[in-house]
C-alpha cells in the first residue's frame, strides 16, 4: 500500500489512461475544511494519479491548484464527484467516488450495442451532465465511451457517471501539447480541435453525437488505419445514415456532427431533444408523440452563448480589480503625516541606551581595547579558519582506529578489605592469540597446589611423567604459480637482456667467421651454391682418403666434349 498525502493509501490499480493511472484507495483519516467532502476513515475512495510528465511541468502544477474550486464544485448526479486534490511533491493525483462498474466501452465489447430508446436516454444523461459543467464554465475536451462509467442502483437500471472533468485541460500545457498536436482521442476529436481553431462548448456537443452513434451502432462514424486518416474523414466526410437508426435519432445525430460548431444545438437543448425522441420511436408511443419526434430538429437550436475555452493558460482567471486611485499621483494631495512616537509631554523620542558592557576578569573597564583586533577582523579570521582545507599528514597504522585491533581489557577481580580471607583459584590460562594459536602446545604445566591459610600443609602432588604431544601437521606449501607463457627468456626486455643478446651475437658471428671457409668464399668471390658444391666435394675426398682408395681410379673418365 502506498500512501498518498496523509489522509489516504493506494490499494490496487483499476486501470490505466492517457493521463495517468486510476487507483483503488482507502481513507486514512478525516479531510480537512479544504476538501469538498471530508469523507470518514476506512472509507473506499478512488485516486487518479497523473503522470509524472503532468506533475513535472510547472504550468499544469499552477493550472491544477488555480481550478481546484472549479473541479470541487462540479456536482450532478450524473458526474463522478471530485472530493480533493492532493499536490505532494513530483504527484499530482485526484480523489474521486469510487463507480463500481465497467465503463461504456467495456459494456459494448461485452454486451453488444444498444437499443435506438436506451440510447437516447443514456445520451440524455451525459447531456445533462455536460449542460451543468458548461453553466459552470468547464468544458470536458475528452467525451468517449471510455470516459463514461455505468453504476447500477439498487433497483437495476444504470446510470452514466462522466468522469475526467478538467483532465483534458490540465494536459493542454504549453511544455506538453505542441503546434501540431492536440488534446483527445481521434475518433471522437472535433474539427476545429483538429485544426487548431477556438474551442468552444460545442467540441463536447460532437463528441456527445458521436457517442450516441456508436452506442447504436457498435463503432463510431470515422475510423481508419492511422490517426491523420481518421482526422483527414473528420474534416472532409459526411456521416452515413444506418438503415437501424430511426430517422428522428438520425436528425439528432447529424445536428451534432456539423462540422461549424455554430450549427450544433446545446447539452440543454440535445437532452431535450433526445429525450422526445426516446418516447416517440417506442414500441407503445402515441401518435402525438411520434410527430413530436419527427419534429425534433425544431429542438436542435444551435447554441447562442457557447462557453469558450481558454487558448493561454490562466485566461479563464478572474480579473484582478484594482482600487480606483492605483496608478494616480496628486501633487496637491496632503501629505502623510507618521504617527507620533514622543512622550507624554509631547517631546522628542527618549534615547535608547546600550546594555553596560561587563568588566574584564583583571578588573579593568569592559569594551575593546586600542591594541585588540577590529571586530571585523576577528569575523574574518572566523571565517578564513573555518573555510581552510583540512590538511593530510601521515597517520601511524598503529594509531590508526580503522587499522587497529580493539584491545580488550582484562576483568580485574574485585578488590576485598586486607583481613578478609580470599578463595583459591586456580589460574586461567589466557586465551591464544593469532601468533599463539598457530604454535603447537610443547608442555603442559600443572598449576602448583597453595596452601590454604589457616589449614595444614598438604603433601606435594607426586609429578606425573609428561607425554610428548604430536606434532601438528605441517600445513602443505601452496603450489608455485607459474607463467602463462611457457617459454622463459632471462632478461627480456630490460637493458640487461638486450646487452646479453649484442654479446651472444658478436661471440656467434666470430666463431662462424673463423670456423667455418666463409673467408676464403668471400676473397674467391663465389656464389652461395658455388661455395656450397665445393664444400660438398671437400667432404667427399676427404672420406676417400680415409678409406684408401685411389684417386686417380676414382675418377672418371671425362669424355671429350665434341664426341
Not at 189 to 204: M, Y
Not at 440 to 446: I, S
Request: aromatic share 4%.
Amino acid at each position: 500500500m502506498r500512501p498518498v498525502g496523509s489522509k489516504y493509501l493506494l490499494e490496487e490499480p483499476l486501470g490505466r489512461g492517457a493521463t495517468g493511472t486510476v487507483w483503488r484507495a482507502r481513507q486514512r483519516e478525516t479531510a480537512g475544511a479544504e476538501a469538498a467532502v471530508p469523507g470518514q476513515p476506512g472509507e473506499t475512495v478512488a485516486i487518479k494519479v497523473l503522470k509524472e510528465e503532468l506533475a513535472n511541468d510547472a504550468d499544469v502544477v499552477m493550472r491544477f491548484l488555480r481550478e481546484r474550486s472549479v473541479l470541487l464544485r462540479l456536482t450532478h448526479p450524473n458526474i463522478v464527484r471530485t472530493r480533493d486534490l492532493v499536490v505532494e511533491g513530483d504527484l499530482l493525483a485526484l480523489v474521486m467516488d469510487l463507480v463500481d462498474g465497467p465503463d461504456l466501452h467495456r459494456y459494448l465489447r461485452e454486451s453488444g450495442r444498444f437499443t435506438p430508446v436506451a440510447a437516447s436516454l443514456l445520451t440524455a444523461q451525459i447531456a445533462d451532465a455536460l449542460a451543468s459543467s458548461h453553466a459552470d464554465g468547464v468544458v470536458h475536451r475528452d467525451l468517449k465511451p471510455a470516459n463514461v462509467l455505468l453504476k447500477t442502483d439498487a433497483d437495476g437500471q444504470m446510470h452514466p457517471m462522466l468522469t475526467d472533468f478538467g483532465i483534458a485541460r490540465l494536459a493542454d500545457s504549453p511544455g506538453l501539447t505542441r503546434t501540431h498536436e492536440f488534446v483527445g482521442t481521434p475518433s471522437y476529436i472535433a474539427p476545429e480541435s483538429a485544426e487548431g481553431r477556438p474551442q468552444t462548448s460545442a467540441v463536447d456537443v460532437y463528441g456527445a453525437g458521436i457517442l450516441l452513434y456508436e452506442l447504436v451502432t457498435g463503432r463510431p462514424p470515422f475510423a481508419g488505419g492511422t490517426a491523420l486518416e481518421v482526422l483527414h474523414r473528420h474534416l472532409s466526410e459526411e456521416p452515413r445514415r444506418p438503415t437501424t437508426v430511426p430517422e428522428p435519432l438520425w436528425t439528432v445525430i447529424e445536428r451534432c456532427l456539423r462540422k461549424e460548431p455554430g450549427e450544433r444545438p446545446s447539452a440543454e437543448n440535445l437532452a431535450r431533444a433526445l429525450r422526445t425522441v426516446a418516447a416517440g420511436i417506442g414500441v407503445h408511443s402515441s401518435s402525438a408523440q411520434v410527430d413530436a419526434a419527427l419534429g425534433v430538429g425544431a429542438l436542435l437550436a444551435p447554441d447562442p452563448s457557447p462557453a469558450p475555452v481558454p487558448e493561454t493558460p490562466g485566461a479563464a482567471d478572474p480579473t484582478q480589480v484594482l482600487p480606483s486611485n492605483a496608478g494616480s499621483f496628486d501633487p496637491n494631495a496632503a501629505t502623510s503625516v507618521l504617527p507620533h512616537t514622543g512622550g507624554p509631554s509631547g517631546g522628542a523620542d527618549p534615547t535608547a541606551v546600550l546594555p553596560p558592557v561587563p568588566p574584564r576578569p583583571d578588573g579593568s573597564p569592559g569594551g575593546p581595547r586600542p591594541e585588540d583586533p577590529h571586530p571585523w577582523q576577528s569575523q574574518l579570521r572566523a571565517a578564513r579558519d573555518r573555510n581552510e582545507q583540512t590538511q593530510v599528514q601521515y597517520l601511524d597504522p598503529s594509531q590508526d582506529p580503522l587499522r587497529r585491533r580493539p584491545q580488550r581489557q582484562p576483568q580485574r577481580p574485585p578488590q576485598q578489605p586486607p583481613g578478609a580471607q580470599q578463595p583459591y583459584a586456580p589460574p586461567q590460562p589466557a586465551p591464544p592469540g593469532p601468533q599463539q594459536r598457530r604454535q603447537p602446545q610443547r608442555q603442559q604445566y600443572a598449576p602448583q597446589a597453595q596452601p590454604q591459610p589457616y589449614a595444614p600443609p598438604q603433601p606435594p602432588a607426586p609429578q606425573q611423567p609428561q607425554q610428548p604431544q604430536p606434532p601438528a601437521p605441517r600445513q602443505p606449501r601452496p603450489p608455485r604459480q607459474r607463467s602463462s607463457s611457457p617459454m622463459r627468456i632471462p632478461g627480456l626486455g630490460c637493458l640487461k637482456g638486450c646487452l646479453v643478446s649484442v654479446v651472444m651475437l658478436i661471440v656467434a658471428g666470430w666463431l662462424i667467421w673463423e670456423l667455418t671457409p666463409l673467408q676464403d668464399w668471400v676473397a674467391q668471390g663465389k656464389g652461395y651454391w658455388d661455395a656450397i658444391g665445393d664444400g660438398i666435394s671437400t667432404v667427399s675426398n676427404w672420406i676417400s682418403d680415409l678409406g684408401g682408395s685411389d684417386p686417380s681410379t676414382s675418377e672418371p673418365t671425362t669424355p671429350p666434349v665434341g664426341q
